[in-house]
């Protein structure tokens, strides 16, 4: 079930570019979409997944 749930946000047929996993109270995660964030993705380029 996780595997299906993983594999279809990385599919290769998608636009997405880069997909990060994260959990809302992790200050790590947070660093890490506030950083990619600041580059600027053309829409559907970045998705940011809260597993939470």
Do not use: W
């Not at 996780?2 to 997909?19: E, G, M, Q, Y």
């Amino acid at each position: 079930m996780v595997d299906a749930f993983v594999n279809s946000k990385i599919r290769h047929d998608k636009v997405t570019l880069f997909v990060i996993f994260v959990k809302g109270t992790c200050p790590y995660c947070r660093n890490a979409v506030a950083l990619m964030q600041k580059f600027n993705f053309l829409p559907g380029h970045l998705e940011v997944v809260d597993i939470t």
